[in-house]
């Protein structure tokens, strides 16, 4: 797995735009067998089922990215039954962690490995932990983290301080405090005049020219009952053909980080749902019948080697077909391994038409954005 990880580096790694992405990933599952499978949220349908959940790692670098690492999170339901985890093979060392704690698990692993990236990017389900986020930052990893609408935040340094005692009697104040108010990011974006929204072009996409509308400001976060404070960007996106789809973000990037990079970098994200979606249309990720601790790591490694293939892949041949995609690949595949059901010429002839509606489609968006 490592080497998966360093072979990516090498391909997307060492660049200023080069970034860990981590997000989570559930797959339904029947029964009761299958090792870290229980009653919890799961994202592919939207819903709490029976599911396994992993924590993934993503190493991204412009549009280009693919999986490095991951963690199978185990429910304390599981951790609680150790008779349950010695029949998946569960070593008995494995302790309860939380997804956050998988998810530092997996940034301290790659950088330990020394793999090259800018920043760490994580959705809502990790911004909401103050304690992951304030790990990051006494780490000294650059963070864009997503956090929910309800987030706090202070306009201005809220200086925590325990009250003075104001008499002999009775117990004397222990809990931190504030004079300063605090407000959601929704309440602060809502105050916001319309001319304070910047438009900008966060990258080039096969449906044209991606644009936002974007605020920014340094804003305080309190992260713990004491006097843990820190001053940081708050990053807030709106969809230009959609104004009530908003995005909130925070980030540790430097003071002087322009709105255009934040942006970019806050938008980056997108790229670990790919990654997902290749792994499961293309590498199998979902496609699997095994139960136990070792099978399962086993699975998701051939994963990541197939998807580092199919990344090879895509950039030896990027100058030939730049349009070239994983189901290509795949199709490619099963013309030029043993089993031979179509012809060469009708392999590459098909590819031709499908790449070249592909830039047809790309053209014609572009083409109405110039209209318009």
């Known amino acids: 797995m490592d080497q998966v990880a360093l ?41 709490v089922d029976n599911c396994q959940v992993g924590v993934y790692a993503s190493l991204v670098y412009g549009s280009s990215a693919t999986l490095v690492d991951y963690r199978l999170y185990l429910p304390q339901e599981w951790i609680d039954d150790r008779k349950r985890c010695k029949s998946a093979g569960v070593p008995d060392e494995i302790g309860f962690q939380s997804k956050s704690q998988l998810a530092l698990d997996i940034v301290h692993h790659a950088r330990a490995l020394g ?6 990017g994580v959705d809502g389900g990790y911004g909401k932990e103050p304690l992951f986020l304030k790990t990051l ?49 929704t309440k602060w974006a809502s105050e916001q005049p ?13 449906k044209g020219r991606l644009q936002v509308d974007i605020l920014t400001r340094r804003v305080w976060v309190w992260l713990d009952k004491k006097q843990c404070v820190r001053q940081w960007h708050l990053v807030v996106r709106r969809e230009c053909d959609s104004q ?40 199998g990720m979902d496609h699997y019948q095994v139960r136990g ?5 086993h699975h998701m490694t051939m994963v990541m080697m197939s998807m580092l293939f199919l990344l090879e892949t895509r950039t030896e041949q990027k100058d030939s077909y730049p349009l070239l995609s994983c189901p290509d ?3 490619l595949l099963a013309l030029f391994l043993p089993r031979r059901n179509i012809t060469q010429e009708e392999v590459f002839r098909q590819m031709d038409v499908r790449h070249r509606q592909r830039q047809a ?3 014609s968006a572009y083409s109405r954005q110039s209209d318009g």
């Open 329 to 331: 690949i795949a199709t």
């Open 293 to 297: 601790w070792l099978a399962w790591h």
């Open 194 to 206: 319309d001319n304070a929204w910047q438009r900008i072009t966060t990258r080039d996409s096969t």
């Open 115 to 120: 793999i090259r990236y800018a920043w760490v």
């Open 137 to 185: 930052d006494d780490d000294g990893e650059q963070f864009v983290a997503d956090v929910h609408k309800n987030q706090s935040i202070y306009l201005e340094d809220p200086c925590p301080y325990i009250p003075e005692t104001k008499s002999a009697k009775g117990r004397h104040p222990s809990l931190y405090k504030t004079d300063i108010p605090q407000m959601t990011v």
């Open 361 to 363: 489609s790309i053209d």
């Open 7 to 47: 072979d990516a580096d090498r391909l997307l790694g060492g660049s200023p735009d080069s970034a860990l992405v981590l997000d989570e990933s559930s797959l339904p599952k029947k029964g009761k067998k299958s090792v870290g499978v229980a009653r919890q949220w799961c994202g592919r349908l939207g819903k």
């Open 244 to 283: 009530r789809t908003i995005k909130y973000s925070l980030s540790n990037a430097p003071a002087e980080t322009s709105p255009e990079r934040l942006a970019y970098m806050q938008g980056q994200r997108f790229f670990v749902e790919r990654s997902f979606q290749d792994a499961k249309e293309t590498a």
